[in-house]
């Protein structure tokens, strides 16, 4: 750049811009603007975590009536095969419920013996015990992603008043429950093919009880194997969450 004394003997300062020069930065600006990550200011706060990078607000789970988010790539890859124990653990409670469904309907239909409020018991089971799991299976999830202690020190809870309650529908003969025990028990004088499929369907549903109490037991002793650090105390569980 061209120089001009400012005074006789002064020091030599850079002479003004001419209009050629300007027009010329101007076109460099132009053809080479900065990027957007210098402009914006940069963030004071940002997430972090395993589980930052999830949109929890997301509603996509169960498919037919998203009330949760769940998407299992998200998920990190130490913590997917845990989570998928979890997830199968929900589909045990809601299967045999199913079953049970279905067989207390084909007895009532097909037989004399079986009351019509042994079917609403049974449909009952079926739309309070599921939601019951996934509201479980989400605390679990989200307090071994996120993760939040107080949240799996919930899920702990749950699911074992879950496995506790698979060991009594396993069992017990009461009602419209075909525990193991109602093979001993005098629950329904049938005879012939009706007989056969009700023992088929009493073993079914008993072994089906019993695979998710296992599994419970399985997810409660995984989670208190993790070891969770929370951020504060609103997250803090009244109790250790890892033994």
């Not at 509603?59 to 979890?86: C, G, M, Q, T």
């Not at 409670?93 to 079917?119: E, H, I, K, R, Y």
């Not at 309650?165 to 003969?173: D, E, I, T, Y």
């Amino acid at each position: 750049a061209p120089f001009r004394q400012s005074q006789p003997g002064g020091m030599a300062v850079p002479a003004a811009p001419t209009a050629h020069g300007g027009a010329a930065a101007l076109g460099r600006s132009a053809r080479d603007p900065r990027p957007m990550t210098a402009i914006l200011p940069e963030p004071r706060v940002r997430p972090s975590g395993p589980g930052a990078g999830i949109h929890w607000e997301d509603y996509n789970y169960p498919a037919a009536f998203p009330l949760i988010h769940f998407d299992l790539p998200e998920v990190p890859l130490k913590h997917r095969r845990p989570v998928r124990l979890l997830n199968m653990a929900l589909f045990l409670t809601t299967l045999p419920c199913l079953a049970n469904l279905f067989s207390t309907f084909v007895l009532w239909a097909g037989t004399d013996q079986v009351p019509t409020s042994w079917l609403v018991q049974s449909f009952l089971h079926l739309i309070l015990l599921p939601p019951t799991a996934l509201a479980t299976f989400y605390m679990g999830y989200r307090g071994l992603v996120a993760p939040d202690p107080l949240l799996a020190h919930r899920f702990q809870l749950a699911q074992l008043a879950l496995a506790v309650l698979s060991v009594c529908f396993a069992l017990l003969p009461l009602h419209c429950v075909n525990g193991l025990l109602t093979l001993a028990a005098s629950k329904l004088a049938l005879a012939g093919s009706m007989r056969v499929y009700w023992s088929v369907a009493v073993v079914v549903e008993s072994a089906l009880w019993v695979l998710s109490a296992c599994l419970g037991v399985v997810n409660i002793a995984q989670l208190r194997r993790m070891s969770f650090l929370p951020e504060s105390s609103y997250n803090s569980p009244p109790m250790k969450a890892q033994p």
